[in-house]
């Protein structure tokens, strides 16, 4: 049987997709998707490309944002969910809120990081937020990244 | 007789020409420029560009700091200071925090959009800020352009 959990397992494997190609080119491995909600297609994709481009900008959420945007043909994503594998940071926060996103799913948390420090007042207040999809694998693939960098 | 004041104003000129140029495309005037702190060089600037590009994460600050960053060929800013039209928002003091920026100067105040809202705990606690430069300047220019949509 399908249920909302399966789908949204299904989207964060995609997530993690990119998180693994982010690692592959020797960033923190975070993967983000960007999937139209009603129709269940993915419109943008995204992983962290900060030390390729020399760009602190250069997170997974944003560049799934932007390809979502240029996919629509819009700024507004109200009708998209946004999967990545790791609680987004402020900055990512605040690009959800302008693109005032329908849904947010984030697998790991990242209580240093992460932009629940400063509470869902970030978002929009019509995203709804689900944390801890696929959480182990996610923040494994993270921490893993960072112990291998230590030794 | 030259002092940080003027100095600061005179970045602050460069930035409302960028807001200037956001102006002509119809776009909220709002400008960026990232000078090096100690050589006083203009290393990034930028503008709204948001309807132009359909993408939510294209403010000011976001092309100013990716331009300079391009331009010295790492991500960390912490040599330079940026000078922005209006108080940044949530987004764009994200980002400033992982460019680990040296100094932001802003002018004109956002009470409901601005990274204020949640404190200094945003940016990198090695930024320093300074508030208010050529603020009503900055701040006219703003409020003209939405007084103007809606009239």
Same mark, same amino acid.
């Given at each position: 049987m399908k249920t909302a959990a399966n789908t949204d397992e299904k989207y964060m494997r995609e997530a993690l997709k990119e998180a693994a190609a982010a690692l592959e080119r020797g960033e923190v491995p975070i993967g983000a998707v960007v999937v139209e909600t009603a129709r269940g297609r993915i419109i943008g994709r995204g992983h962290n490309l900060t030390e390729t481009l020399t760009d #602190?900008? #250069? /997170?997974a959420e944003m560049q799934a944002i932007t390809a979502a945007s240029a996919a629509l043909g819009? *700024?507004?994503?109200? @009708?998209c969910t946004l999967y990545v594998t790791v609680e987004p940071c402020p900055m990512c926060a605040g690009a959800m809120a302008w693109a005032q996103l329908g849904r947010l799913v984030y697998g790991a948390a990242d209580p *240093?990081? @992460?932009?629940m420090r400063f @509470?869902? #007042?970030?978002? /929009?207040?019509r995203t709804a937020v689900d944390a801890g999809v696929s959480a182990e694998e996610c923040g494994t693939l993270v921490s893993g990244f960072f112990k291998k960098l230590r030794d």
């Open positions: #602190a900008t #250069a /997170h819009g *700024k507004y994503l109200d @009708g *240093k990081r @992460g932009f @509470g869902t #007042a970030m978002l /929009h207040p």
